[in-house]
């Protein structure tokens, strides 16, 4: 299996200009999240789905992050418009859920790494 | 307000030096706790999960254990390759909408010196 995969890996912009981060969970796994990682905050969750459907996105830091999952194996996360301190490292994970409501192992992807400058 | 502490913030040991990492938690309910490697340029590696106080995992050099205060992970005998970051994240209790989602510390970062 190819892992979570994310893209791009690297993505440097200019403050106001949108920004679209890519992901492709391990296929036959119905959840997915996002995360950011930054030195001060560490990880922190954003937004995670369920069968495409988003169940909390309460970490979603303002309303110029938006995160879509139009189908099982893609998801989005755009910013828009893009601020210097939007700058970090954004991973995608996904995991199988099997029932109930304990949260199970999730598997990351390599993450992208956003400038904004 | 639900919280997660690790300490220290980095550990520098010689090979064959055994320690341990500390992860203190204070939680509304905890459901599950969580261990993940994390390599530099890399998304976080998962190692362990913890349900109950007194339960304990192995992987190789690696031995996680569970208080109803916090887990620790001791490494006996680390070996260079051993060198990371790692986390320890904790699902806690649903209260509200929320699903319990989990809730990263910031990490232990791990140097084995050969």
């Known amino acids: 299996d190819a892992g979570v995969i994310q893209s791009p890996r690297h993505e440097v912009t200019e403050m106001g200009q949108e920004v679209t981060l890519r992901c492709k969970p391990i296929?036959?796994?119905?959840?997915l999240f996002w995360y950011r990682q930054t030195m001060m905050r560490g990880l922190e969750l954003l937004i995670y789905f369920n069968n495409n459907v988003p169940i909390d996105d309460s970490g979603m830091p303002e309303d110029r992050f938006s995160a879509k999952m139009p189908n099982a194996s893609f998801s989005t996360l755009k910013i828009q418009p893009s601020e210097p301190r939007d700058s970090a490292v954004y991973f995608c994970?996904?995991?199988?859920?099997?029932?109930?409501?304990?949260?199970?192992?999730?598997?990351f992807g390599p993450g992208t790494r956003l400038t904004v400058t | 307000e639900d919280q997660v502490t690790q300490s220290p913030e980095a550990l520098r040991l010689q090979e064959g030096e055994s320690s341990s990492l500390n992860c203190s938690y204070t939680?509304?309910?905890?459901?599950?706790l969580f261990w993940y490697r994390q390599d530099p340029g890399k998304g976080p590696e998962f190692l362990f999960t913890l349900y109950s106080a007194g339960e304990e995992k192995e992987k190789e050099r690696l031995k996680a254990t569970l208080t109803k205060k916090e887990s620790f992970l001791h490494i006996t005998a680390p070996k260079p390759e051993d060198s990371a970051t790692y986390l320890c994240?904790?699902?806690?209790?649903?209260?509200?909408?929320?699903?319990?989602?989990?809730?990263f510390g910031k990490g232990t970062k791990l140097s084995v010196k050969p």
């Open positions: 994970a996904s995991t199988p859920r099997a029932g109930g409501l304990l949260l199970h192992e999730q598997y």
């Open positions: 939680v509304s309910g905890l459901r599950g």
């Open positions: 296929s036959g796994h119905n959840s």
């Open positions: 994240a904790v699902q806690a209790g649903f209260r509200g909408g929320s699903q319990g989602n989990l809730i």
